[in-house]
């Protein structure tokens, strides 16, 4: 019988730098709490900083010792990112862990700062050009790692549509959105973790997905409004605990490998403890990969030092 892995599995992480996006709720703040409570120094990357300062002060009465700071960071304006890079750069020349998992799910047709459609430009472009700007802090760090967060969704109606990826042309579909720009961030981890191979980079790159998971970023489902939602919710799904295993495991077990996907063990990676999962053929396509990787360079500006 296999054992679930579980939060204690997570090694000694003192000295330590693991960046985490989105860490003010959720999942981002259960990977926080648990690192944070191993030792390691976590950086809280949030929108909202008066959020996240709310946020770093629940994890410190937690873990009276936690190494904590808070960064700004808006992954919908590659203003903000490039500011967050900056300081992050400055302040922490070694990093070990950037784990990429801010995002947004199901929100009405909206654009970011620099005009992108919201899911994409917030999941996949924010993400990816936040990487770009931190790996070479990473690339010398032996058992360094990018996690970056996919979703089922992917599996969703996600297709990665080069002639309108901006949904400027079609009827707005804010399921197929989201399944693009989850099946952006595999492909973008995959493409990543060919070229830290291709450079000997001491960095791997892993995914991970939560399943479904009773957190904050379900607030755009239809219905989540309506009385008893939570509660009906939370018996389908993943706790924020147990969500974000999969992100934990890939980012500090021993055995994980670069280019491995997580996600939880029960039917169709619905819920469950963290064991190696498979993503969608299509997610493997290099030539698409490529392809993505180029035009996000284009559009984000960011190019990697790999």
Request: net charge positive; proline share 4%; charged share 20%.
């Amino acid at each position: 019988m296999t054992t679930k892995w579980t939060a204690n599995d997570v090694p000694d992480q003192t000295g330590r730098v693991a960046i985490v996006t989105g860490s003010n709720t959720g999942l981002g703040y259960e990977t926080a709490r648990v690192l944070a409570d191993r030792g390691a120094r976590v950086v809280m990357a949030v929108r909202d900083t008066a959020k996240g300062d709310a946020a770093a002060a629940r994890l410190r009465a937690n873990t009276p010792n936690a190494d904590i700071t808070v960064q700004k960071l808006d992954l919908g304006s590659l203003t903000s990112v490039r500011a967050a890079a900056d300081d992050l750069r400055a302040a922490y020349p070694r990093i070990d862990l950037l784990i990429n998992n801010a995002g947004v799910m199901y929100p009405p047709k909206q654009t970011t700062a620099d005009g992108f459609e919201l899911q994409f430009g917030t999941n996949h472009l924010g993400a990816f050009a936040l990487t770009g700007l931190l790996i070479e802090n990473l690339l010398p760090v032996a058992g360094s790692r990018v996690v970056t967060l996919g979703s089922i969704a992917h599996r969703i109606r996600g297709k990665i549509d080069f002639t309108d990826l901006q949904w400027e042309k079609r009827r707005y579909n804010r399921v197929a959105a989201y399944g693009q720009s989850k099946l952006a961030n595999l492909m973008f981890a995959y493409e990543l973790q060919r070229r830290l191979v291709a450079t000997n980079a001491e960095t791997i790159s892993v995914a991970a997905h939560p399943g479904i998971s009773n957190t904050e970023l379900m607030r755009h489902i239809p219905g989540s409004g309506l009385p008893g939602f939570n509660q009906i919710s939370g018996l389908v799904a993943n706790s924020p605990e147990v969500g974000a295993l999969a992100t934990l495991r890939a980012a500090v077990d021993p055995d994980a490998r670069g280019g491995e996907y997580y996600g939880p063990s029960g039917i169709r990676q619905l819920v469950g403890h963290p064991v190696l999962v498979q993503s969608s053929a299509q997610s493997h396509d290099a030539g698409i990969q490529r392809r993505l990787w180029t035009v996000s360079e284009e559009l984000t500006g960011v190019t990697f030092a790999i």
